[in-house]
């Protein structure tokens, strides 16, 4: 155990994983309580909140399992409410939910896109309303929010809700980061690139419907310039960075994890 958040306590919202092995949520919630950090490990899904709650919990961290829908006012401010109540405050946001859905604007339905709209992003807008008032009255907070490339580069599959979203967030983190630079809190964003994590595998057979999965998965590794894609430690570490006070003057960044692909032109 590091203490890189030692005595912080942190929300990591979308802390479980969508399928068996480790997505950028849960990881991100080890890696906070490996450095100290008491986490709430909030998810939809509350047998995949308590399996990272669990694993914090036998590694000697702190952890409690919280069930929320992230896109549902209520539910947001009473997840908030529980981190005061069981530890004080909220120093560390850590907004990690997302999905995908696949198509254009002609193939996505108004129901498809409003849901990737509110899961996406309106749940961001949610839980900093909910958190800012805890960090303001603290006068400190760390906000990180994970957006993708797809904010910024197209990646080679049409899903026109999800790059919207994603770029959505930038400006919205941008907004709150400049809003709250003076009043110590920071806000950042983080751009994965293609990630070997449970969430790729719908989307990709979505996206290349009838192949095979392991097929596709080598596409993906073979489209990055190291030749692999990152993992979901890869999104924790740059989280951890940024929560931490070895970020302490950094606000308003948009940093790309993607081991150089936005960089290639191909
Ligand atoms: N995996 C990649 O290649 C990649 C690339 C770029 C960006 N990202 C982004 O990383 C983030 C997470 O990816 P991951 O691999 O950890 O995914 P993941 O799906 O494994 O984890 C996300 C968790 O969020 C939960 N969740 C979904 N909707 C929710 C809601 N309304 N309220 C509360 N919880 C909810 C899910 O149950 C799941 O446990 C997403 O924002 C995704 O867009 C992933």
């Known amino acids: 155990m590091g203490g890189r958040l030692e005595d912080r306590t942190a929300i990591v919202v979308g802390a479980g994983s969508v399928g068996p092995g480790w997505g950028n949520g849960k990881a991100t919630a080890v890696t906070f309580a490996?450095?100290?950090?008491?986490?709430?490990?909030?998810?939809?899904?509350?047998?995949?909140?308590?399996?990272?709650?669990?694993?914090?919990?036998?590694?000697?961290?702190t952890a409690e399992a919280h069930r929320a829908d992230a896109t549902d006012p209520a539910q947001v401010e009473a997840l908030v409410a529980r981190a005061v109540d069981l530890w004080g405050g909220v120093d560390v946001l850590h907004n990690n939910v997302g999905i995908v859905e696949t198509g254009g604007p002609v193939e996505t339905e108004e129901a498809?896109?409003?849901?990737?709209?509110?899961?996406?992003?309106?749940?961001?807008?949610?839980?900093?309303?909910?958190?800012?008032?805890?960090?303001?009255?603290a006068?400190?907070?760390?906000?990180?929010?994970?957006?993708?490339?797809?904010?910024?580069?197209?990646?080679g599959v049409p899903y026109i809700s999800y790059a919207a979203s994603k770029a959505a967030i930038l400006g919205f983190t941008r907004a709150i980061a400049l809003q709250y630079a003076a009043k110590g809190i920071r806000a950042n964003v983080i751009l994965p690139g293609l990630m070997d994590t449970p969430m790729i595998v719908e989307p990709l057979k979505q996206a290349y419907a009838g192949g095979d999965i392991e097929e596709m998965r080598a596409l993906r590794h073979a489209q990055c310039p190291m030749g692999h894609m990152g993992d979901a430690w890869d999104v924790a570490k740059?989280?951890?960075?940024?929560?931490?006070?070895?970020?302490?003057?950094?606000?308003?960044?948009?940093?790309?994890?993607?081991?150089?692909?936005?960089?290639?032109?191909?």
């Open 139 to 155: 006068g400190r907070g760390a906000i990180v929010n994970i957006s993708s490339i797809s904010a910024i580069r197209w990646l």
């Open 34 to 61: 490996r450095e100290g950090a008491r986490v709430l490990c909030v998810d939809i899904n509350q047998a995949a909140a308590e399996e990272t709650a669990t694993i914090i919990a036998g590694e000697g961290g």
């Open 112 to 137: 498809g896109w409003d849901r990737v709209m509110a899961v996406n992003l309106k749940s961001m807008y949610l839980t900093c309303k909910a958190a800012l008032p805890v960090m303001e009255a």
């Open 238 to 266: 740059a989280a951890l960075f940024l929560a931490s006070d070895e970020a302490r003057y950094i606000t308003a960044a948009e940093l790309v994890v993607d081991g150089g692909l936005t960089a290639k032109v191909s």
